[in-house]
């Protein structure tokens, strides 16, 4: 896709997220745009940095790296996919944020690690809220206990909740899925556990983001509607 046309989605997209915003009494300016690039090579990916975009998200490590080899001067970089263990170490010192903390041996894995190199780590947990068998992620019965646990390995910040809702035609049928996840975070909350300050809720696709930013979506990770499929 030309840098045009990228350009275009862009905007488009950013009144579409100001829309929602106004609908629902926030500020565009609470909900972080992700630009999805996994779909797309190296060359759209600069020009979608190009283009002003600070965040980006990539979901497999094989392909990213050598992207965020290139660019990674460049804008903030989020990790989005299923998450090996043994891929830990590549993901550590390049991005800046994990979206899919879904377990007890990846916590574990991605503490050592950090604790090696002395680096914080921010993580969101990632909660299957829909229950799909193919999707990734704690059930929201585990959530507590599992934010517990991370909560007292002291290289790893919890700072949100990420989900992925199932994919629909009528975005409005995935709305409870988002405002569970918004219930579950404010349950968070009142635990107080420590060292979580602010909780981001990273929810919302191209398919969905208006409906997630309605119901409270600090981050949404867009890839197709912002920069089609090169593949
Ligand atoms: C691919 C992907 C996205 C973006 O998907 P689009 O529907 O193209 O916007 C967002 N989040 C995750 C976790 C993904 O894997």
């Known amino acids: ?65 050598p992207k965020y080899d290139k660019l990674g001067s460049r804008g903030t970089w989020h990790f989005i996919g299923h ?12 991005f800046t944020y994990i979206h899919s903390l879904d377990r007890h041996s990846l916590a574990k894995e991605i ?20 229950g799909e068998k193919s999707k990734f992620g704690l059930a929201p019965s585990e959530l507590v206990e599992f934010a517990k646990e991370v909560a007292e390995m002291s290289n790893i910040r919890i700072v949100g909740l990420m ?24 349950q968070l909350y009142r635990l107080e556990l420590p060292q979580v300050g602010k909780l981001e809720l990273s929810m919302g696709m191209s398919n969905d983001y208006t409906v997630a930013i309605e119901e409270g979506a600090t981050m949404v990770r867009l890839g197709s509607v912002l920069v089609g499929r090169e593949s």
Request: hydrophobic content about 40%; aromatic content about 2%; overall charge positive.
């Open 111 to 130: 503490q050592k690690r950090a604790a090696k190199r002395a680096m914080t780590v921010n993580c969101l947990l990632q909660v299957n809220v829909s």
């Open 1 to 65: 896709m030309d840098s045009q046309t990228i350009a275009r989605n862009i905007e488009r997209v950013k009144a579409t997220i100001a829309d929602a915003c106004r609908r629902s009494g926030r500020r565009p300016e609470d909900v972080r745009l992700i630009a999805v690039t996994k779909y797309v090579g190296i060359d759209t990916t600069r020009a979608v940095l190009d283009l002003g975009i600070e965040h980006i998200g990539e979901n497999r490590v094989q392909e990213a790296v």
């Open 163 to 186: 989900t992925m809702a199932p994919f629909v035609d009528n975005p409005e049928e995935v709305r409870p899925v988002f405002r569970e996840l918004r219930s579950l975070r404010d």
């Open 83 to 94: 998450l090996q263990s043994n891929k830990v170490k590549n993901v550590l010192g390049r």
